[in-house]
């Protein structure tokens, strides 16, 4: 079947056009290649703690977390989100695919300075994030139009993964922290290509995409040592998962996650955020 590039429509912030995961789009998007899914995880230490130390279970989110969340549609609860499990599906871009996001990624470099075409690059530190949608992306860089059968893949993916992830469906009579939430209904918020220098990583222990839904990422490079993504659990410990070049992983947004600093080379990874709309940029 051939694939079909949905029909964007508009959302508040950032001014791009973002496809709904509507059922009938999906049904499109899912000819495209099979899924599969295996835990691919291993246990590590506490993120902050010193090595050998006990992790300490963690307490009730932080109180400004909760507030900025309450603007959204669905609050997704943020101590729920920690007992989620991350789904991996490994490989599930080709060399062809991978090929095809860093022509888009090079599109947008050969376009301006990223720290203007994203003012958010002024701030960081050994890193830097490219959009790969958006109305001030060139039509070169478009990770939608240039290669609709990769974000195909990716979106058919986070809807395999909050059945396996038992993350809760759109019946709110399960407890999943996702209860109520449709994936397919979603909207696109990010494309993201993110990459980190040595010294450069994710270091907040507590970060996680405020008023997304599901974040999405593949490994697009793996020459380069460092830049671990990591987890924070429920009862404290940190969680290493292990990629591989074309790896993706999907989980839910409000699960902490940091990257450990890259030691040497550079890591290169794609982000793709889902949401149901309602908050700035900001509060990523």
């Not at 070169?140 to 240039?146: A, D, E, H, I």
């Not at 059945?163 to 993201?192: F, H, M, T, Y």
């Not at 996650?257 to 290169?268: C, D, N, W, Y």
């Amino acid at each position: 079947m051939a694939a079909e590039v949905l029909e964007p429509e508009e959302a508040p912030e950032p001014k791009a056009k973002r496809p709904k995961l509507t059922e009938a789009g999906l049904s499109e998007l899912s000819a495209h290649g099979s899924v599969e899914h295996r835990a691919g995880l291993s246990a590590g230490t506490s993120c902050t703690s010193p090595p050998g130390e006990q992790a300490k279970p963690l307490g009730a989110p932080r109180r400004e977390a909760v507030l900025r969340e309450q603007v959204v549609r669905h609050y997704v609860d943020l101590l729920k989100a920690q007992r989620t499990q991350v789904v991996k599906f490994p490989r599930l871009l080709s060399e062809d695919d991978l090929e095809q996001v860093l022509r888009c990624h090079r599109a947008v470099l050969d376009s301006g300075d990223p720290a203007v075409t994203n003012p958010q690059n002024r701030q960081h530190q050994r890193k830097r994030c490219l959009f790969l949608h958006g109305q001030d992306v060139p039509r070169t860089g478009q990770l939608l139009g240039q290669a609709p059968r990769v974000l195909a893949k990716m979106l058919r993916a986070a809807v395999a993964a909050q059945e396996k992830g038992q993350w809760g469906s759109n019946d709110r009579a399960e407890d999943g922290p996702l209860s109520g939430i449709d994936v397919r209904r979603c909207s696109i918020r990010v494309v993201e290509l993110w990459e980190y220098e040595p010294g450069g990583g994710l270091v907040d222990d507590y970060h996680f995409d405020a008023g997304s839904i599901v974040t999405i990422v593949c490994l697009v490079n793996e020459d380069f040592t460092g830049g671990m993504f990591q987890t924070k659990e429920a009862d404290g410990r940190c969680q290493t998962h292990e990629l591989s070049k074309g790896d993706v992983i999907c989980f839910v947004s409000h699960k902490y996650h940091s990257i450990a600093p890259v030691t040497s080379g550079r890591r290169l990874a794609l982000v793709v955020e889902l949401w149901e709309g309602g908050l700035s940029m900001w509060c990523r």
